[in-house]
């Protein structure tokens, strides 16, 4: 069922400052109304020559047994029901939970579902689902290759030369958990994966970080930015196509310990979005940057009391930019952008304006 949401219920600062930047926002909708689970969360999204395809994690509450992958298609406008398109359920009958799904069609055109299963993100598995009629039907699950996760939360990127490179993380199970960033890259269209790990700073202590976001700047230098416990997003390079990356440092935009997501426009500017804030998962903002360094304001897309949280962002092919976030943990909500029609403003610090 589609239900749409009237734009001036998630006002932003631009509407009082800038009207031509909340005038990007050309489509807020939630992908369902209502769904057999109580609980969403993790969305992702992709374009099909069928249309947007999402999917999510789904179940009576986060890392329960019944929580499973659901998914929604876009077609004429609307979203189709919710359907569960995996389970964690073992052959002796036992079920896990599963997390983070992360959609991403290959070169072929087939759709691949990478998802993870187990007791928790000290302890799951990668698995991996395909479809080649835009999500509709789906293959049989199998279990990615030993040491291999699959990305972790955010989309994989292809590069000119076709490899993929996606972004991965891990979390050990002491305590406190030790969370380490890995890249895992594929050159023969996903058939075997190579890992390769950010530099150690050697000067410093390292970086607890998890779920990166690949960024593409020119000559196929890479950046990706992704979550840290160290109250800001964490950034990493890699001059080589991803098969070495620099040590870990730090942004200026803050992070509460949330999921971020980011992706490069075809203009050359990078939009990540991402909850502007050291605590809490509201509000959630969108920022733009013209060299991955320096980040300007765009959009407030929450700024209500609540969560909103762990976003996806892609491009399509009419050029808009369209985000898939948390809504409270009950819903999904997808919101369509204009990235023309966005006024960024510099932010001083990592300080977002005042209104």
Request: glycine share 10%; charged share 20%.
């Amino acid at each position: 069922m589609l239900v749409l949401v009237p734009v001036l219920g998630a006002a932003s600062w631009e509407q009082a400052k800038d009207p031509a930047s909340a005038s990007a926002i050309v489509e807020s909708e939630f992908v369902f109304q209502t769904a057999p689970f109580a609980s969403a969360h993790a969305s992702t999204l992709v374009e099909t020559s069928d249309g947007l395809v999402a999917a999510w994690f789904g179940g009576s509450r986060e890392g329960a047994a019944d929580v499973g992958i659901w998914l929604s298609r876009r077609v004429k406008g609307g979203w189709t029901r919710p359907v569960e398109v995996a389970s964690g359920v073992e052959p002796d009958g036992t079920r896990h939970p599963c997390w983070n799904p992360v959609l991403f069609e290959m070169a072929t055109g087939e759709l691949w579902l990478f998802y993870k299963v187990g007791p928790g993100p000290q302890r799951w598995w990668g698995m991996i689902r395909t479809s080649r009629d835009a999500g509709r039907t789906w293959s049989n699950a199998r279990r990615l290759p030993d040491g291999i996760l699959g990305p972790i939360k955010n989309k994989p990127v292809r590069l000119s030369d076709g490899s993929i490179v996606g972004g991965s993380s891990t979390e050990s199970p002491d305590r406190p958990s030790t969370w380490r960033v890995h890249f895992e890259r594929s050159v023969d269209a996903g058939r075997t994966w190579t890992v390769a790990r950010p530099n150690a700073s050697g000067e410093r202590p390292e970086i607890d970080a998890i779920q990166p976001s690949i960024l593409i700047h020119p000559r196929e230098m890479l950046q990706a930015v992704g979550r840290s416990r160290s109250g800001r997003v964490f950034e990493t390079w890699s001059s080589d196509r991803g098969q070495t990356w620099a040590p870990l440092t730090l942004t200026a935009l803050p992070n509460p310990d949330s999921g971020i997501d980011a992706v490069t426009l075809r203009d050359g500017r990078q939009l990540i979005v991402y909850n502007h804030t050291r605590e809490g998962r509201s509000p959630l903002n969108v920022a733009l940057s013209r060299d991955g360094r320096s980040w300007d304001a765009a959009l407030v897309l929450e700024r209500e009391p609540g969560e909103y949280s762990y976003p996806a962002v892609i491009q399509t092919a009419d050029g808009h930019a369209h985000i898939t976030y948390t809504w409270r943990r009950q819903r999904i909500k997808h919101v369509a952008i204009d990235p023309a029609k966005l006024t960024p403003v510099p932010m001083a610090d990592g300080t977002w304006p005042r209104q």
